[in-house]
């Protein structure tokens, strides 16, 4: 058996040093330690881990592989090397989680797996998990959210779920969550709650972290392989922080390996609300059931986040990496809206690969870091951009010699 889910764990209430816990109503604590003690029992029962195992393989796709970038690699003097969560199916790493989650959700006799979404992102995976495990599942989208990615609705529809349009405030991703929370509380018995990064109230940052992990525990051995020795870098993008962990937690005891999260700085780092860069801007707080550092207003509530990847343009970020940064043992960088845009076309042209915005962020930094440092990079390219390219060709197209 592997050791997938042999890593440092939170305390039994899920703090990871000062932060995470669960801050959420009494009535829902009694169903979400039901969700804990599940959870516990089945990463002991080798015939859930059996599944999941084949479900990687013959679903996902997994491993996925990991390719040396040669041309990147030239142009900086530095190895770089993708991890390339983007062949997955669904073409992102969000899938190993929500799997995970269904599966759990279907052996608890839950029925219907709920979320909200941005971009739609999460939505689709969780829509894919459930068409799969056989569940209902029901996602909650602020109306103007759907306008704006509507092919992911369309995915949705298609997958079977029901996209719940949210119509109030500023109908995207706040009131979203809200809605989705709201529709929980109703009834928590019969749905499960499908969070979609490494965040909310515990058990969540450590099981999505977990089922995540198979992520760092396959590059690390596919970098030995390859390369008979361990990376000296190891980047990836932070928006809630799940890509980051996964990839990270394989490489925690390794210390000469140092790690690198990368937050996006938008459009101003030094303007509140054009930035979503929570490690490097935030202060801690409580937020969505859990303590991190988080990106708030005066009276504490969630500040206004904005980044060019809406899968990064959250307003906190998953505790263990407030507890990781506080540790030294991660440390945050900042790419704007900009250079994350200019990665996004290098990696498209130099090695026929067109990344997710988001993973666009972390590419950005592995070159930075490559130019300024050599060496051997490991890079976890979370997601591939064929959801984007409609969005840059539009907004980038002319700057990057795109015709009309
Ligand atoms: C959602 C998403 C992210 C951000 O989520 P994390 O939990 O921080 O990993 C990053 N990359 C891609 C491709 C995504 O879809």
């Known amino acids: 058996m592997n050791n997938t889910f042999a890593h440092p764990q939170p305390t039994a209430d899920g703090w990871f040093g000062d932060y995470g816990g669960s801050f959420i109503p009494p009535e829902l604590q009694t169903i979400v330690t039901e969700i804990s003690e599940a959870y516990d029992a ?36 530095a190895d770089l090397y993708l991890k390339r969560e983007d062949l997955n199916h669904t073409g992102a790493h969000k899938i190993n989680h929500c799997l995970g989650e269904a599966l759990l959700a279907k052996r ?51 997958l079977g779920a029901t996209v719940v349009p949210v119509g109030h405030g500023r109908r995207t991703l706040k009131e979203a969550v809200d809605a989705a929370f709201e529709a929980y509380l109703k009834d928590p018995v019969n749905q499960f709650y499908a969070i979609g990064s490494v965040v909310g109230p515990h058990p969540f940052p450590r099981m999505v972290r977990d089922f995540q992990s198979i992520v760092g525990n396959e590059a690390r051995e596919q970098f030995i392989e ?21 990839i990270f937690s394989a490489f925690l005891d390794d210390e000469p390996v140092a790690l690198h999260g990368v937050e996006p700085a938008g459009r101003n780092l030094e303007v509140p609300g054009e930035h979503a860069a929570t490690l490097t801007k935030g202060t801690p707080g ?48 900042t790419i704007d809206d900009r250079q994350a845009i200019d990665a996004f076309f290098e990696l498209s ?8 915005i988001e993973s666009a962020h972390a590419v950005a930094h592995a070159t930075r870091l490559g130019a300024d440092a050599g060496g051997q990079i490991l890079v976890n390219l979370s997601g591939r951009g064929d959801k984007d ?16």
């Open 42 to 77: 089945i990463i002991a029962d080798p015939e859930f881990l059996s599944e999941l195992t084949s479900l990687h393989r013959h679903y996902v796709g997994r491993p996925s592989p990991v390719f040396h970038a040669r041309h990147l690699s030239e142009k900086y003097g």
């Open 108 to 158: 608890m006799g839950k029925t219907k797996l709920i979320a909200e979404t941005g971009a739609g992102q999460h939505g689709v995976a969780l829509a894919t998990a459930a068409a799969l495990v056989g569940m209902e599942c029901d996602i909650y989208m602020g109306e103007v959210d759907m306008a704006k990615e509507h092919p992911n609705v369309v995915r949705m529809h298609i």
């Open 286 to 333: 409580v937020m969505h059931g859990f303590k991190s550092y988080m990106l708030q207003t005066e009276d504490g509530e969630p500040g206004e986040v904005y980044s060019v990847a809406s899968g990064l343009d959250y307003p906190s970020v998953g505790p263990q990496h407030s507890y990781l940064k506080d540790l030294g043992r991660v440390n945050y960088h």
């Open 226 to 246: 390859m390369t008979g020795r361990l990376p000296d870098h190891v980047v990836a993008c932070v928006g809630g922080g799940s890509n980051a962990m996964g």
């Open 349 to 356: 042209r130099a090695e026929g690969i067109i990344p997710a």
């Open 389 to 404: 390219i409609d969005f840059v060709a539009e907004h980038y197209g002319k700057d990057y010699g795109l015709p009309d």
